[in-house]
């Protein structure tokens, strides 16, 4: 079955950054839509960045030019590089891969999306 690991979050201050992983596994990779989201304490669960099968990524207007998603289909591992952090880009994040995506949009209702992984926390400080 399609499983999702996470890691690389952690704690950094303001300015700071991080580099996520996500391992992937039990389906064909490259073949779906593949992104991250996140939710912040109290927030409702939010895309930040996604990326086609073509390799053409989008991201939510919050993080354009701070974060970068990639991925390495020799190694089934997609990434999210995410630079001058803030406070409010504190939350969750999470992977997410699904066959069916309509236009890998970054504005997917996260229900509507089927496989997830478990999480990694970042918590950018002031």
């Known amino acids: 079955q399609v499983q999702l690991v996470e890691s690389g979050g952690g704690s950094v201050q303001a300015g700071g950054s991080l580099r996520l992983s996500c391992a992937a596994s039990?389906?064909?990779?490259?073949?779906?839509?593949m992104g991250w989201f996140r939710q912040a304490p109290g927030k409702e669960r939010e895309g930040v960045a996604v990326?086609?099968?073509?390799?053409?990524?989008s991201y939510a207007d919050s993080v354009k030019g701070r974060f970068t998603i990639s991925q390495d289909s020799a190694k089934n591992t997609l990434y999210l590089q995410m630079n001058s952090l803030k406070p409010e880009d504190t939350g969750m994040y999470y992977c997410?891969?699904?066959?069916?995506?309509?236009?890998?949009?970054?504005?997917?209702?996260?229900?509507?999306?089927?496989?997830w992984g478990q999480g990694t926390q970042v918590t950018v400080s002031s």
């Open positions: 997410v891969v699904d066959p069916y995506w309509p236009s890998c949009s970054v504005g997917r209702t996260p229900s509507a999306l089927t496989f």
């Open positions: 990326i086609d099968t073509h390799g053409s990524t």
């Open positions: 039990g389906y064909t990779y490259s073949m779906y839509c």
